[in-house]
């Protein structure tokens, strides 16, 4: 395993401490994002110097894994089938989204709660979603002119 | 609408050189799913993976792979 994985192990440890005082120190209402903030940079600190000790005892084993990972990652029909779950995953996305603002927009009008940011936020969020989609794949097609 | 099929001769010559599908694949730097469905005929491999399948083998890809075209026209 890289020098860099401990290394960042490491920093993301000593943020957390930095973090932990900040929460201590200044008692206030972003206090319990910082004890969660916290939580997450030191677990994922301590845990990733835990795997660069245990891996640099496991070498060869090390190897294999990375070895199979790179494999799996560049398999073509894995690969076309991660392209083709994440269309399917962004359709349900799209439509999920879409009822919600539908939802919302009933919950708004009967007045049970009140819906307008939200269903301006979901609609705003839709309609980029497309745009970003056309742009995203005009720019990709240009590779090919 | 027009269906392209691979018919190939993979099982046949993986088991000639006494391979199981895991090493082939290893061989091939792809998973043991992607020989398996290949093999099975249920996907066609990229133009790179066929050439590097013939070339392990040391033939052509013509003698590998088999190229199928069923066509569908719609009667009008």
Do not use: C
Not at chain 1, 65 to 73: L, P, S
Not at chain 1, 126 to 142: E, P, R, Y
Not at chain 2, 2 to 26: I, P, S, Y
Request: proline fraction near 0%.
């Amino acid at each position: 395993m890289q020098k860099s994985n401990l290394i960042y192990g490491l920093i993301y440890v000593i943020v957390a401490g930095i973090f932990l005082y900040a929460a201590i120190a200044f008692d206030n209402k972003m206090s319990g994002m910082l004890y969660g903030m916290t939580g997450a940079l030191g677990g994922n600190g301590i845990f990733t110097i835990i795997r660069y000790f245990y891996w640099q005892k496991n070498k060869e084993r090390y190897q294999e894994k990375v070895d199979i990972e790179e494999i799996e990652q560049n398999d073509e029909l894995k690969q076309k089938l991660r392209d083709k779950a994440g269309k399917y995953t962004y359709w349900i996305g799209m439509l999920i989204v879409a009822l919600s603002i539908m939802v919302y927009s009933v919950l708004g009008g009967l007045n049970i709660m009140d819906t307008e940011h939200i269903v301006a936020y979901l609609g705003a969020y839709l309609i980029s979603q497309v745009f970003i989609g056309v742009i995203v794949f005009n720019h990709l097609l240009k590779k090919y002119d | 609408m027009r269906a392209v099929h691979l018919k190939n001769k993979l099982d046949e010559l993986r088991k000639l050189n006494g391979l199981t599908q895991e090493e082939f694949a290893k061989e091939l730097r792809v998973s043991r799913q992607t020989i398996s469905a290949i093999e099975n005929g249920k996907y066609n491999p990229s133009l790179d993976l066929a050439f590097e399948i013939a070339l392990y083998f040391n033939m052509t890809i013509e003698e590998v792979f088999t190229y199928e075209k069923e066509e569908n026209h719609a009667k009008k």
